[in-house]
């Protein structure tokens, strides 16, 4: 069953999986809340991943403030947008998203190597 883009429910569970991972690492603590999950709080998986995708977001950008001097959050912002022009060079909107997709699902199959066959 695919869902918005192209992206199949699975993967956008998975991708708002890895945001969440990346705000816990950094101190954020965001319920398991998604779709199916004993929390579910019922809202869809794209509000989700769009929320932590903005949690995200804040959460770095507050933490250039608080922690790095002014010419030092020059030069963070500096880098931010060329990574940014970096990756619109590289490819396209619509190939990057390509990108994305294959390097979560590369995500996704080295975690079902991790874990092994059910039952073992």
Not at 45 to 54: E, G, R, T
Request: with cysteine.
């Amino acid at each position: 069953m695919t869902t918005v883009d192209g992206w199949t429910a699975e993967q956008w569970t998975n991708e708002c999986r890895h945001l969440r991972d990346a705000l816990s690492a950094l101190g954020v603590v965001v319920p398991s809340c998604l779709p199916g999950e004993p929390r579910d709080c019922g809202e869809p998986l794209l509000d989700h991943y769009i929320s932590y995708l903005a949690l995200l977001n804040a959460r770095v950008v507050v933490m250039a403030q608080a922690n790095l001097n002014p010419a030092q959050q020059d030069d963070f912002t500096q880098r931010v947008h060329d990574l940014h022009e970096q990756y619109e060079a590289e490819a396209g909107e619509h190939e990057y998203r390509e990108r994305l997709l294959a390097e979560a699902e590369q995500r996704r199959r080295a975690g079902d190597e991790q874990q092994g066959p059910a039952g073992s």
